[in-house]
C-alpha cells in the first residue's frame, strides 16, 4: 500500500465510533451539539446519549431562557447529576423561572442528583426574599411523592452564591432526606440567617458523612462541635464560619470545647472570617487558642493590628491563609512581621493596605513559601481606607484543594 | 534506557524506548499480558495502525512522555477546548483524513492525551458551523431524508440560542 494513499484519504467521519464523538460533542456547548446532531443519522442518535447530560448549566438571564431549561428537565432531569443555576435576580422573571426548573426537577420520576449549585450573577433587588425559589427547594429537598422511588445521591450543596435566607426548614429537609451530603456551603451574603445551633446539630447528627461544612458562626454551638466528633462518623475535614455583629448574643464556643474537637479531629482545618460588622472585643472573645485555625480573615474598619500579632502567637503552627482589611499603623505592619516570622505553613497573605518595601521584605524573607500574596507597597503618609473585596479568594482555593470545586 | 520493537500494519519496525510505548495502555497490557522482556527481539504488531500514522504517535508520545498521567474522569464544568499546548495545536494541523486516522489509532492504541486533544480539535472545527457547513469540512454524507432531517431539527430547536 503506497503511503500516499494513506494519508490523503479522507476520513469517513460518519462511521466514527459512538463513544468517540461522544466526546467530541462533550466539548462542544448546545448551539454547536445541536448543529453537529444535523449532519447524520449516526451523530443525531449521540445527541441524547446519557453521558453528555448528566451536567446542565441552566442560564437564566432573560425570559426567553426558560424554555430551553424547562426542556432540559424533561428531557434529562432524571439523569442529571450535576446541576448549575446562574440567575439575574434583578428580574423577578429569573426567579420564577428558577423556580419552575427546580419544581419540574423535584417532580421527575427519577433522580441522579449528586452536586447542585444556585448562584445569582448580580445583587438582589430591594425587597427580595426569594419565596419562591425557597419553596421549590423545599420541594426538590423535600421527601417525594411516595410513588417515586427515591434514594438520595446528593453529595454537595452549594448555596453561597444565593443571596437568600434560609432557616431552619431548609436545613431539617436536608437532614431528613439527604443523609449522604458531603459538603454543604450555606454561607451566603444575605443581611441574615435563621438556621439555629440545634438545627444544625441535628444535621450534622444525621449527615455522617459530612466533611466539608461552610456555614456562620452563630449557626455553631458546642453541641454541634461535639457532634462532629461521634464515632462511626466521617471525620470533618474543613469547618468554615463566618461572624457577624448580630453574634454578640451568642453563646459562642469555649477554649475547651475547641481543646477537645483539636484532639479528636486532627485533621480538621477552620478558617474563621470576621465582616466589617464585627467589633474587636467580638474577634478577641472568638479567637481562642485551641483552635485548629487555618485560615483567618479579617474585615475592619478599626485598628486590628493586636489581633493579628494574636493571631500569630496562637496559631503559628495551623495558619495557611490570612487575610487582612484595616487601617494602617506601623504597629500593624509590625504585626505581619511577627505573624509572617512565626506561621510555617503560611501560604496565602493578602493586606489591603500599604505596607513600607521594608516589612515587604521581611515578610517574603521569612515566607519564601507564600505562593498567593497581597503585599503592596504604600508611599503615601494618607492611606486611604481599604478597598471593599469581592470574592473570597481563600475559599475557593481550600474547596480546589478538596477536590470539590468544579 | 529499555526499547522495545513495534510494527505497523504495512511492516516498518518501530524501535521505540518503552517509557514513551507505554502511554498507551494497549501495548502497556500487551507488554504485561505477553511477559515480555525488554531484551525480547520480537516485535509487538500493530495491525490497526500504518506505519505514517504510527509515526505521528510516536512521535506525540515522545514529547510527552514526561507528562503526569491524566486524571480520571471527572465532571467537569464545560470542557474547554481552548487548552491545547503549543505543540499539540502544530501537531494536530492536519487534513482531516489524518486527524481522523489519528483519532481511530488513539482510540486503538488507548492514548488518552492523544484521544482528549485531537477530539477538542474537532470541535473546535465544529464550533459556530451550520449542519451544512460541517458535513462539507468532514466529507460527510446527509443520510436524512428531507422529513427525517425537519424532524430532528423540530425535536433539537430547543437547543437554539435565539
Known sequence: MARSDVIFRAGRWNELPRHIILVVFSHLPLRDRFSASLACKLWSSCFNSPVLWKEIIFRLEKAEDAQRCLVSVDKYGGILRNLRIDLNPKDSINCTNASRVLTNLARCKERSLERVSINFTEGNPLFFRGVDILCSLAELFGPPDPKIRFSSFLKVLDLSEMAIAFDDKLINLLSGNHQHLEVMNMQNKSLTCRVTPECMEVFVRKCRKLKVLITFYKCLSEQVLFAMTETGREPMQFLSVLCKMEEKYHRGITNEAWSVIGCKLPDLKVAIHFDYTTDRDQIRKILLPMIPLAELDIRSLSDVHQEVHLAGKYYHNSLESVTISTTHSDQLEESFVYLAAHSTKLRMLHSFCGLHKSTIQSIREFRPELQKYTLQENDTEDCSLPLIFQGRFAQVERMKELGMYG | ?162
Open chain 2, 1 to 162: 534506557m529499555p526499547k522495545i520493537k513495534l510494527q505497523s500494519s504495512d511492516g516498518e519496525v518501530f524501535n521505540i524506548e518503552v517509557d514513551v510505548a507505554k502511554q498507551s495502555i494497549t501495548i502497556r497490557t500487551m507488554l504485561e499480558d505477553l511477559g515480555m522482556d525488554e531484551d525480547d527481539d520480537e516485535a509487538i504488531p500493530l495491525p490497526n495502525v500504518n506505519s505514517a500514522i504510527l509515526g505521528k504517535v510516536l512521535n506525540w508520545c515522545q514529547f510527552h512522555k514526561d507528562d503526569p498521567a491524566p486524571p480520571e474522569d471527572e465532571e467537569t464544568t464545560e470542557k474547554r477546548t481552548d487548552d491545547l499546548c503549543g505543540f499539540d495545536i502544530d501537531f494536530l494541523k492536519v487534513d482531516q483524513g489524518t486527524l481522523f486516522e489519528l483519532i481511530l489509532a488513539a482510540n486503538y492504541l488507548d492514548i488518552k492525551g492523544l484521544l482528549d486533544a485531537s477530539c477538542k480539535t474537532v470541535a473546535n472545527m465544529i464550533k459556530g458551523k451550520t449542519p451544512e457547513e460541517i458535513r462539507k469540512t468532514f466529507n460527510i454524507k446527509n443520510d436524512f431524508t428531507p422529513a427525517e432531517e425537519e424532524q430532528v431539527r423540530k425535536e433539537n430547536s430547543w437547543c437554539e440560542e435565539k
